[in-house]
């Protein structure tokens, strides 16, 4: 008890003095490292897990388990466009471009625009999945009203957990899966962080590691090779 109330005392005299003094953010981070390389403070690094994704297996598995073509082209839709839950729920049927394959996402993380492509067969499914409809959201309920994000990520779960991958599978492990199979197809990483949307190219690169693309067939022929 006696700890907490002398660190909150130690915040409290910190923050007068960065008032006081105008210190920017970039200026306390560089103040606080200057400290810890001074008094040799070590910080305890953080163990980097790499996230879980489906294979096509996996995928097939997945779709195949959906008795309600709603979830189905939901699921299906995150995978092969790489959207965020949120970007999705968004997502305005005039945003959707068919005859040039691609949707527009408007105002995604940090309030950016940008253009994903849309297979053929994915267009196919959302023109069913609209009946029609030339306005509103993709992804609405019977009234027209769109879904909570929170109800669309009910659904993907439920899924997983009928199917009962031995992974720890959650709705972004969809958008996880997307960047994986641009990598196995050869995508650049450079290119899959423009359709992800990913701000700086450090995000993307996690997916070099998930999926070795060519590196990985390169490699299998080579050792397979018989002298």
């Known amino acids: 008890m006696k700890e907490t109330t002398k660190l909150q005392k130690h915040i409290r005299e910190l923050q007068e003095l960065t008032r006081k003094w105008g210190v920017t953010p970039q200026q306390l981070r560089y103040i606080f490292k200057q400290t810890r390389e001074k008094e040799g403070m070590q ?6 897990k790499l996230p879980d994704y489906l294979n096509p297996a996996e995928i097939w598995q997945l779709l195949q388990s959906c008795k309600d073509s709603f979830t189905e082209v939901l699921i299906e839709f995150l995978i092969f466009t790489g959207l965020r839950i949120s970007e999705a729920r968004n997502l305005q049927i005039g945003h959707i471009d068919f005859e040039n394959n691609q949707l527009k996402v408007v105002e995604g993380k940090g309030k950016k625009d ?10 196919s499914k959302l023109r069913l999945l609209l009946q029609n409809r030339k306005n509103g959201w993709v992804f609405a309920k019977s009234n027209g009203k769109p879904y909570s994000v929170r109800a669309l990520q009910k659904r993907i779960t439920n899924q997983f957990e009928k199917v009962g991958f031995p992974k720890k599978l959650h709705t972004h492990s969809l958008r996880h899966t997307f960047a994986c199979l641009c990598r196995a197809k050869g995508i650049a990483v450079g290119d899959i962080q423009i359709l992800m949307g990913h701000s700086s190219i450090k995000t993307t690169e996690i997916y070099a590691k998930l999926e070795l693309g060519s590196i990985k067939d390169q490699f299998l022929q080579l050792m397979d090779q018989r002298g």
């Open 43 to 48: 910080v305890p690094k953080v163990a980097k």
């Open 114 to 123: 940008r253009y994903v492509p849309l297979t053929t067969n994915l267009a």
